[in-house]
């Protein structure tokens, strides 16, 4: 450490200076963690919502421009629907064109 020009002494900071800091730092992260999870969930569920609305609205263009039934539903393995699980899945109907349905 260098010595203070004025006065002869030490210049630098305390244990107690540290420690005050090091109190106030930890405050303000107890303080401000409970709001950061709040929004990482909030952002999870903003893009969810938007994954679904982009599924519906290509499944209705889908249905527009093949003139097809398109069902968007829960999958688990984004072939067959469920009625719970995770994922989606958009199939379209084709019975009526060639008797197979194609996802």
Known sequence: MKTSPLHGRMAGFTVTELVMVMTIIGILTAIGL???KYVTASNRI???INA???DMQFAR???IKQGLTVTV???T???TC???GAGRCRRADHTHAAGVQQQ
Do not use: I, V
């Open 34 to 36: 409970p709001s950061f």
């Open 46 to 48: 903003s893009s969810e």
């Open 52 to 54: 679904l609305l982009g």
């Open 61 to 63: 263009s889908q249905a």
């Open 73 to 75: 539903c829960t999958s």
């Open 77 to 79: 393995d984004g072939a």
């Open 82 to 84: 469920n009625t719970g």
